[in-house]
């Protein structure tokens, strides 16, 4: 079982959930948060403080403002794993910086609350 | 790589975020969550509060900054020299691949 968190843009979301539903991948969770990558950063700054220059070490951390995203959490057996990040990817790739993140994590076990059944069978079949 | 999750304090937020800044690691994810650890929560007066508001703060290193930035976060977390109850925890976990949307590259 896999755990594949992706960071996407708000707007995404929706084309994102009906990609995935297509693609037979029902289940997920969401949740707003915020973020910042490496983007906005501006490494002319971050370097001349490391080299101690007053001016650069004063506009330190009050950088790259935390920018509003949306996160989804799926939980897939390992041979969906492929599949979600092709759609994943698909759907949320526009080239700019600030499309997002993707990450995959290897997951113990899951449980259906309901039944209590657990592994792949907790798992939803589409 | 590792993904380095840090439950801390909502005032700890600001100086946490300009201490990862400052070290190089700018990319975070923020969550605003709610619970409470082994102190079972706080008690004021007769009220018994287990919902206590913290910040989940979501960062992803490759192997070898894992403890840099786990010392970071926990020096900026930390309230006064020696810390306090309810200062947070921080827990890691394995990532096996990560991508970034807009190139579709499979690296951090």
Known sequence: MKEIMAVIRQDKMNATKVALAEAGI?????QKVLGRGKGNVDYQILEGAGEGNEAALSQLGNGPRMIPKRMLTL??????????LQVLLKVNKAG????GKIFVLPMENAFRVR????S???LDEA | M???RAVIRPEKVAPVLAALM?????AVTKVDVYGRGKQR?????????????????MVVVKEPDKQFVVDTIMTAAKTGEKGAFGDGKIFLSRVEEAYTVSSGVKEL
């Open chain 2, 2 to 4: 590792i993904m380095v």
């Open chain 2, 41 to 57: 929560g706080i008690r004021i007066g007769d009220v018994h509060y287990d919902e206590i508001p913290k910040e989940l703060l």
């Open chain 1, 96 to 99: 700019r910086p600030g499309d």
């Open chain 1, 120 to 122: 792949d069978a907790a």
């Open chain 1, 26 to 30: 029902a289940s997920l969770t969401a």
């Open chain 1, 115 to 118: 039944t209590g059944e657990s």
């Open chain 2, 22 to 26: 400052d070290a190089g690691f700018p």
């Open chain 1, 75 to 84: 939980v897939v057996p390992d041979d969906k794993k492929d599949t979600v």
